[in-house]
């Protein structure tokens, strides 16, 4: 049985299905759940909270999503496991993205008028400590490309215009968002992040 405070973010995902953020209303969230304003208010202190949480969630879900895939054998040696796994990575997260706006835009800053973008805490700080920055996001995925990729036997730590270096796994990601920003087929990002992430002659 989910929790209340899952129970709460489903019901505020759902209102944010059907209508603009700023048509939310914290009873009507906290109705659909089964639950009072109260112990909303209580779990997420304000309107503002419930938004940071709910993006947090997004973001979450999206690095575990990103977890499995990379922990998925893949058939072949180097340099086509590299290909195989940048194309893997470039083809889901663009699936993921057309079919999540609200990923999409974590993952690209563009909120929009519908949406809960993360704001700032009362102090003036960071609402949350966490992925909730475009770039933060890019960051934690090229961590995890070239952690796998090194699980692989490449070795992360050569020069740049390797396509297995940590400046190559960053390069695919931001490839990646790239197609998320201006989409284009899948097809397409998946053969421009895996073969043509080549080392570039001098």
Same mark, same amino acid.
């Given at each position: ?30 109705? @659909? ?10 779990? *997420? ?8 949480? #709910? ?5 979450? =879900? ?6 499995? #895939? ?19 990575? =470039? ?35 960071? =609402?949350? @400590? ?21 699980? /692989?036997? *490449? /070795?992360?730590? %050569? ?11 960053? *390069?695919?990601?931001? #490839? ?16 421009? %992040?895996?073969? #043509?992430?080549?080392?570039?002659? /001098?």
């Amino acid at each position: 049985m989910p929790s209340a405070r899952e129970s709460l973010l489903s019901a505020a995902l759902e209102a944010l299905a059907q209508r603009p953020w700023s048509a939310v209303r914290m009873g009507d969230v906290a109705a @659909a759940a089964g639950l009072s304003r109260q112990t909303l208010y209580n779990e *997420f202190g304000s309107k503002g909270g419930l938004a940071r949480a #709910l993006v947090r969630r997004e973001a979450d =879900a999206y690095l575990h999503g990103v977890d499995r #895939l990379l922990a998925a054998a893949v058939p072949g040696g180097p340099p086509d496991v590299g290909h195989r796994r940048r194309e893997a990575l =470039a083809e889901w997260t663009i699936q993921e993205a057309s079919e999540n706006r609200l990923l999409r835009a974590l993952l690209t800053g563009c909120w929009g008028d519908r949406l809960p973008e993360p704001g700032i805490s009362p102090d003036g700080g960071p =609402a949350d @400590a966490g992925p909730l920055t475009p770039g933060a996001m890019v960051a934690l995925v090229r961590d995890r490309l070239c952690a796998t990729l090194a699980a /692989d036997g *490449f /070795d992360c730590a %050569v020069p740049r215009e390797s396509p297995d270096s940590a400046h190559g796994c960053e *390069f695919a990601v931001r #490839l990646t968002l790239s197609h998320v920003v201006a989409p284009a087929p899948v097809g397409e990002a998946r053969t421009a %992040v895996g073969p #043509l992430l080549c080392p570039v002659a /001098d």
